[in-house]
């Protein structure tokens, strides 16, 4: 009598169409979970953030040199505690209420008139009594740019102003900002900020702090140049 035949193993059994999706869906869940862990941890977002937002500083600072005009750089900034995105927009004066064009020379002519006068004993001669204050001393260049300041705020209107590299924008989500300025004594962490650029061909002393996480980048703006130095690090805003 013939041994009975051995039981064949049935065939392995293959995923089915809902397993194979499932198993893609967590595959994309997955990814892009590692993908925002990375993007928090190297600051991504707020890095791609400074590079943009510097080039906005300078397009704006050549637009008030070529244009004749004051304008100003406005940041919205939310209050920490809300998750919503800070934005910016430019604007610029509406007329050409601006500080003289030739103001640096006049700074620079003044300053050797106070050093003639201080060599011949106080007894130097200053023909530009627009620039001294009451008591016949003479302001600094700083509070020479805080008065014109001032006096283009009360007299200028400011409008909207776009152009193709500088448009309103918005910051990516989870990137906070703050603006400092000379100014302030503190950087603003909420509210509006303004940056100004003059049409003679310079800005304030401004730093603009990005930061997402732990990471921390820092926009140097030169007062003189237009130009933004992007620091990897929070800087200590200057103390005078």
Known sequence: MSPAPARRR????????IEITIAIAIAAVLFAAVTVGIGALTGAKAKGSATELAGVIRSLY?????????????????????????????????????????????????????????????????????????????????????????????????????????????????????????QQREPVESGVAYLYFFPQGYTEKAMVFLRQGDNAWTLDVSPLTGKVNIASEALEVPRS
Not at 10 to 17: H, S, Y
Not at 87 to 116: F, M, N, P, V
């Open 10 to 17: 049935g065939a392995p059994r293959g995923l089915t169409l």
């Open 62 to 182: 050549d637009s008030a040199a070529l244009s004749g005009k004051t304008c100003r750089l406005v940041f919205e900034i939310p209050d920490p505690k809300r998750q919503e995105a800070t934005r910016y927009h430019a604007e610029c004066a509406a007329g050409g209420i601006t500080t003289s064009r030739d103001r640096d020379a006049a700074l620079k002519s003044d300053e050797r008139d106070r050093e003639q006068a201080a060599r011949n004993g106080g007894n130097g001669r200053d023909e530009r009594k627009n620039y001294t204050r009451s008591d016949n001393s003479s302001p600094s260049a700083q509070e020479l740019m805080d008065q014109e300041k001032t006096r283009i705020e009360s007299q200028s209107t400011f409008s909207a102003y776009t152009a193709e590299e500088i448009s309103p924008r918005e910051l990516p989500a989870g990137v906070a900002v703050s603006v400092w300025t000379r």
